[in-house]
């Protein structure tokens, strides 16, 4: 398929949907064993045909994860073109992407003279730290069909597959668009996108219309969504909203289930590749049928990934480290999946805070997720906050509030209380005034600019 840059829209269809079926039933492990025997072939097979195309590997004797050289973000855009099968260099592919953002006409692809079709993108990371993902026409389809497997629920399902029913229309806001998400689209989908440059109040109307059976969106946009569906202004009732890109907190969580009567499912998505997904009870599970997970254990039940993603082809994510930090969860779900349950997204690992211990002076981590259960004890409650520490000063922005001192008191008192939980000194308070961030840019909660001086 790769060899012919021209395949007829019947065989497109076909292979997604050869792939819908393989993972919506066929690579639905219920056994460990199994799963990791899939793996391990996949693997195999990803040593001997891919890898050696990309000239970073091709002369590495590889045979198993552990003998490949880590990588991260840093090292992938510094060598790009040794680490992908198409030799396509970073400018190259800088300036194709960066083309489609600023005329916001996101179907320009690269032509190769083998590979066929290839799509360029920029990921939605915070400034400076942008990746470019780089991915084949075959690699797209496969991953439409394998992200409508693992996220549609089956009265969706039905949509598309009834064809006397409304086609299946499903609204995603995003920064950008990318030809990745229009290969969704289909004479069975209607596919909406919203370009999230203007805002979601302007597109109100629009979404009134559209009467979305799906939302895809940041759980920043959902929650805007959510006030204007309480304010009665937005009159949609989505049976499905999927929170993408940037990590659902539970308040944020909470407000969106209130407004639409619906719990808000997870895609844990990056350029690194599709990581995670909700099942229908609610959990999420790592996509290990695509990828080899190990785990950097950072306690007992966090850790940060280092994924090798055997369904790429193009652009190598192999050993890469995410730097996003994962709770699993100890209890199987009930759903029966053998792929590992995920407690909890907490963040990147910039946001894990640090205090000195009061015993011994060492460093110890204060989790985001820790750090946003005490905020939720905050009276008068907060709708948004932002904690950044430099060193032993942390700065807390809060909204104007008519209660601001009252609040500030209720903040101070939570941290006190956090820090006699962990033995920890206590910080520097300092409050000022929070602003929203543009929509489209990722919101970080918790930041830490500058680590504590660590003792020996
Ligand atoms: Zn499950």
């Not at 991260?72 to 855009?77: E, R, W």
């Not at 320009?108 to 083998?114: N, R």
Request: proline share 5%; with cysteine.
């Amino acid at each position: 398929m790769n060899k012919s840059p021209r395949i007829s829209a019947f065989t497109e269809k076909w292979f997604m949907l050869r792939h819908f079926v393989q993972a919506r039933w066929c690579l639905r492990f219920t056994r460990r064993d199994q799963l990791e025997a899939w793996q391990k072939k996949n693997l195999a097979d990803y040593f001997k045909r891919i890898l050696p195309r990309a000239s970073y590997y091709a002369n590495l004797k590889l045979g198993h994860p552990e003998q490949i050289p880590f990588m991260d973000k840093a090292k992938m855009m510094a060598e790009f073109a040794a680490r992908n099968t198409a030799n396509i260099t970073k400018e190259e592919a800088q300036t194709l992407a960066l083309q489609a953002e600023q005329s916001r006409d996101f179907s320009p692809i690269l032509l190769h003279p083998t590979l066929g079709e290839l799509t360029v993108g920029l990921s939605s990371g915070t400034s400076g730290h942008r990746g470019l993902f780089l991915v084949s026409r075959e690699e797209r389809l496969r991953w439409a069909g394998i992200l409508l497997a693992k996220t549609l629920p089956t009265a969706l399902l039905k949509q598309i597959i009834f064809f006397w029913r409304r086609p299946l229309s499903i609204a995603f806001f995003l920064r950008a668009n990318s030809n990745l998400y229009n290969t969704l689209s289909s004479r069975r989908i209607d596919f909406g996108f919203y370009d999230l440059v203007q805002g979601v109040d302007a597109y109100t109307e629009k979404l009134n219309q559209q009467q979305p059976h799906a939302l895809v969106a940041p759980p920043t946009v959902l929650k805007r969504l959510a006030e204007l569906r309480m304010k009665g202004v937005l009159n949609i009732q989505p049976q499905h909203i999927l929170s993408v890109a940037e990590v659902l907190e539970p308040d944020d969580k909470q407000l969106i289930e209130a407004a639409f009567a619906r719990t808000p499912h997870q895609i844990y998505q990056a350029t690194e590749g599709f990581l995670a997904y909700t099942c229908e009870r609610g959990n999420l599970h790592l996509n290990e049928a695509q990828i080899y997970f190990e785990k950097d254990w950072l306690d007992e039940t966090r850790f940060q990934p280092v994924i090798t993603d055997f369904s790429r082809t193009t652009q190598i994510i192999a050993r890469y480290k995410l730097n996003d930090i994962l709770q699993i969860k100890k209890t199987p779900c009930a759903c029966g999946r053998a792929e590992t349950t995920i407690a909890a997204i907490e963040g990147r690992a910039d946001q894990i805070l640090q205090l000195p211990s009061l015993e011994t002076g060492n460093a110890i981590p204060i989790f985001p997720d820790i750090l946003r259960r005490a905020m939720m004890m905050v009276n008068p409650a907060l709708d948004e906050y932002r904690i950044e520490q430099k060193n032993m000063q942390w700065t807390i922005d809060l909204p104007n509030h008519e209660n601001q001192s009252e609040q500030q008191q209720s903040v101070r008192e939570a941290l006190t209380r956090l820090c006699t939980q962990f033995q920890v000194q206590l910080p520097q308070l300092s409050f000022g005034n929070w602003q929203p961030v543009p929509l489209g840019t990722k919101r970080r909660r918790i930041i830490c600019e500058e680590s504590i001086q660590c003792m020996p």
